[in-house]
Antibody
Framework: EVQLVESGGGLVQPGESLRLSCAVS????????MSWVRQAPGKGLEWVAT????????YFLDSVKGRFTISRDNAKNSLYLQMDSLRAEDTAFYYC????????????WGQGTLVTVSS | EIVLTQSPDFQSVTPKEKVTITCRAS??????LHWYQQKPDQSPKLLIK???RSFSGAPSRFSGSGSGTDFTLTINSLEAEDAATYYC?????????FGQGTKVEIK
């Protein structure tokens, strides 16, 4: 069974940092592109970042470029999102999701972890 | 950035009724359009990929059609468990984007 489990969310003040993790099981992690998608409470979905199978390509939403870093450890079946200089508008549920190709769908999602940025 | 516009934003429907949700892209995206269902307090689940291909496990009453800029998600014979928000998503061009969502309520 494919499983993606996020962790690391919490309440932080503006300007602070947070690192999210996504532990996966039930599939060959190194075969898939992995992404983070967020959803502000009561709002729609927004793609945040994506990383290629071997980590050699990374893509980011313009509003997080220079502040967020995506990485993965294929030996640990884990995906990460390092979030620095957090802003109130980064408050959201953060989901990890997998895709097989750049142009393909997000076929499985985690349950999400809530990041709240507030003073 | 490709903007996806869904209509309607909200629909209140009687069980067994047919539901049609449309998604219009601001530029042609071929068939790189996918549909998700999100129930309250749950993560999104894939229903339809590449405009018309059913995802494994999705109920057969869900179907998709379209190409280019105009796409449709159809729910044949709505069931109570289909109460959810439905999103379209394009994977043609970065940044990948989603429609604003269509909330389907059961009367």
């Amino acid at each position: 069974e494919v499983q993606l489990v996020e962790s690391g969310g919490g309440l932080v003040q503006p300007g602070e940092s947070l690192r999210l993790s996504c532990a996966v099981s039930g599939f060959i992690f190194s075969n898939y592109w992995m992404s983070w998608v967020r959803q502000a409470p009561g709002k729609g979905l927004e793609w945040v970042a994506t990383i290629k199978q071997d980590g050699t390509e990374k893509y980011f939403l313009d509003s997080v470029k220079g502040r967020f870093t995506i990485s993965r450890d294929n030996a640990k079946n884990s995906l990460y999102l390092q979030m620095d200089s957090l802003r109130a508008e980064d408050t959201a549920f953060y989901y990890c999701a997998r895709k097989y190709l750049m142009s393909s769908e997000f076929d499985y999602w985690g349950q999400g972890t809530l990041v709240t940025v507030s003073s | 950035e490709i903007v996806l516009t869904q209509s309607p934003d909200f629909q209140s429907v009687t069980p067994k009724e047919k539901v049609t949700i449309t998604c219009r892209a601001s530029q042609s995206i071929g068939t790189d359009l996918h549909w998700y269902q999100q129930k309250p307090d749950q993560s999104p689940k894939l229903l339809i990929k590449h405009a018309s291909r059913s995802f494994s496990g999705a109920p057969s009453r869900f179907s998709g059609s379209g190409s280019g800029t105009d796409f449709t998600l159809t729910i044949n014979s709505l069931e109570a468990e289909d109460a959810a928000t439905y999103y379209c998503h394009q994977s043609s061009n970065l940044p990948w984007t989603f429609g604003q969502g269509t909330k389907v309520e059961i009367k």
